[in-house]
């Protein structure tokens, strides 16, 4: 069910085991891209419903209007901003549009596939803070697209038009993911960052993961289960040995 709602605060924030805490602007609590592997789906209370934070342009206005300009701000973390609900509310436009006015930095995070954030490169290309667009190549409808994955060519065509643009393949989703192929299908001057699975065996998470799967690659859910039940990182090592020295290849694992 999709639930209109207005909140009291703009900003939450998250805290990496690495340390640090991280501000987070999320235009709707709940997602509807339903990535199997989401790290959010160990809240048995998200995305149960999507909510749509309806006043969260106008409290950024209200409240980010003394933010340190040192800092950044990240777009998305409880839903991708680019999902089709945004088509409708418009809502990560808004946010944008203030934050431009603010002066703010900002990243924005999305695997969306579905280009509607060509709709906002007026504002992406003339931003008026450092802005970079993280841009998600591991979205499960496009695995099979090869080097016409349409993030991949998102991705290029942001660069084409001056937005910045990180890609991240993360996760990596072992033996479905032709990760040299999408690397050399990527424009050169994009930094690529690599992470493993982060599940944890008999969780909600590792069961959506292992259902995917079984339903669309049978063949390889005997090394999923030792990916996910046993540990096994032989494929990540193997990609950690091919890329470690590649200065464009950030690591994570």
């Not at 006015?101 to 509607?116: A, H, Q, R, V």
Request: charged share 25%; hydrophobic share 35%.
């Amino acid at each position: 069910m999709i639930i209109e709602r207005t909140i009291l605060n703009p900003i939450t924030y998250e805290f990496p085991p690495d340390g640090g805490k991280v501000p987070i602007i999320d235009p709707y609590d709940g997602c509807q891209l339903c990535c199997p592997y989401c790290w959010q789906l160990n809240d048995e209370n998200w995305n149960k419903d999507i909510y749509v934070n309806i006043n969260i342009a106008d409290l950024i206005n209200e409240k980010l209007s003394s933010w340190d300009k040192s800092e950044i701000v990240y777009i998305g973390s409880r839903c991708d901003p680019y999902m089709q609900l945004e088509e409708e509310y418009g809502l990560t436009r808004k946010c944008l549009s203030v934050l431009n006015e603010l002066g703010i930095n900002t990243m924005i995070t999305t695997k969306s596939d579905n280009s509607l954030i060509f709709r906002d490169i007026d504002i992406l290309r003339n931003f008026n803070a450092d802005i970079t667009v993280l841009m998600g190549i591991s979205n499960v409808n496009q695995i099979e697209e090869g080097v016409q994955n349409n993030n991949i060519l998102t991705a290029n065509n942001l660069v084409g038009n001056g937005v910045p643009v990180w890609v991240f393949i993360t996760p990596v989703l072992p033996y479905i993911m032709d990760v040299e192929e999408i690397i050399d299908a990527l424009n050169a001057d994009i930094p690529i960052f690599l992470d493993k699975l982060r599940i944890e065996a008999d969780t909600i998470q590792a069961d959506k993961l292992k259902k995917f799967i079984r339903q669309h690659y049978p063949e390889y859910i005997d090394q999923y289960n030792k990916v996910i039940n046993e540990n096994d990182e032989r494929y990540y090592d193997e990609l950690t040995s091919k890329y470690a020295s590649n200065s464009r290849i950030k690591i994570l694992f």
